[in-house]
């Protein structure tokens, strides 16, 4: 550990209130920075690049804890482990890409601490979880001692790194609305090996058809193609409105190369990562296909 952690302050606030009110001050010019799961900061503390001094431990808080089913969707508190996302019947009916996804994440030990709160905030163009949020229409709840407001998902990230979160808010809850009816989810993540890898592209689509059996409903959402999470609204106007057709498929494709901007880097290469991007296209449209032929 290249950090000394005997000279770091950890708080441990009694409710969520406090936790506001001590993340809204700040000491020396120093604010506290929120620690989850801490799957994420341990790394950085060991590589010796803490992201400040002073922590504030939301382990605790039990506000900040449950998934609970409303008439229209899920709400998972900030603290939902990956572990818990994997074990939960509802999330296992009417999000499967989110439990896929979350399958993904790390081995167990990992899932076991890794909140969905700590994956949003990490902010990695490669989390697992974020294009399942994007393709779902998450909202995200965000709060500080000032109130509390509710961010649309693919507006929380500003650029690489880089959230509509302010240094005094905290990430309380991400809710979910169901998914529109007959929809077909799909989650894939590809790596260097099948299991434990960090993302070379990470995928999730959601999409429904209209009783024409034409495309109403599309949402295409792609990680580690570009500095964040992002939807490929130019595929997706290709495919609103048209048939689950090969050719169009293929006009999608074309238009996701417009939509992506992956780079090389030591995970993988731009030329690699596109075309990659495209086959996770036409297979989830293959498999939604085929699942409604089934029907
Ligand atoms: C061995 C290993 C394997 C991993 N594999 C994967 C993987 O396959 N896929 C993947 O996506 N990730 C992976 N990760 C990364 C990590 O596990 C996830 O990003 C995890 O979800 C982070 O959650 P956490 O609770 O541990 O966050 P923490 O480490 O506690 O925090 C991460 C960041 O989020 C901030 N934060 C936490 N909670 C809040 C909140 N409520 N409000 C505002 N800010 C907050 C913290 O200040 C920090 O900046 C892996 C990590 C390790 C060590």
């Known amino acids: 550990m290249r950090s000394a952690l005997s000279t770091l302050e950890v708080v441990r606030p009694r409710s969520l209130d406090h936790a506001l009110e001590a993340l809204g001050r700040s000491v020396s010019g120093e604010r506290l920075v929120p620690l989850a ?96 949020l994007m393709a779902h229409d998450a909202k995200v709840d965000v709060r500080s001692a000032r109130g509390a407001r509710e961010v649309a998902f693919e507006r929380l990230y500003r650029g690489y790194r880089e959230l509509t979160v302010d240094a005094d808010e905290l990430i309380t809850a991400v809710t979910l609305p169901f998914p529109p009816a007959r929809s077909f989810p799909f989650f894939r993540k590809v790596g260097t090996r099948r299991a434990q ?13 209209d009783r024409e059996r034409r495309i109403a409903h599309v949402r295409l959402a792609y990680g580690s193609v570009a500095p964040v999470t992002l939807r490929a609204r130019r595929a997706e106007r290709a495919l609103r409105g048209e048939p689950l057709a090969a050719s169009v498929a293929a006009r999608a494709r074309a238009a996701l190369a417009e939509d992506i901007a992956p780079i090389d880097d030591i995970r993988s290469s731009r030329d690699y990562r596109l075309a990659v991007a495209g086959n ?16």
């Open 197 to 209: 890898s960090i993302s070379k592209v990470v995928f999730s689509g959601l999409l429904a058809l």
């Open 37 to 132: 799961g801490g799957t994420d900061l341990f790394v950085y503390l060991n590589a010796g690049t803490p992201p400040g001094t002073r922590y504030l431990d939301l382990w605790g808080l039990r506000e900040l804890r449950g998934i609970r089913v409303r008439d229209g969707g899920v709400r998972l508190g900030a603290l939902t482990t990956f572990r818990e996302i994997r074990e939960h019947p509802v999330l296992g009916r009417r999000f499967p890409s989110l439990v896929a996804a979350a399958a993904e994440v790390g081995a167990w030990q990992i899932q076991n601490r890794a909140t969905l709160a700590g994956n949003i905030a990490n902010a990695s163009p490669a989390g697992d979880s974020l294009p399942v």
């Open 280 to 295: 996770l296209l036409e297979q989830f449209l293959r498999a939604a296909a085929e699942s409604r032929a089934r029907r």
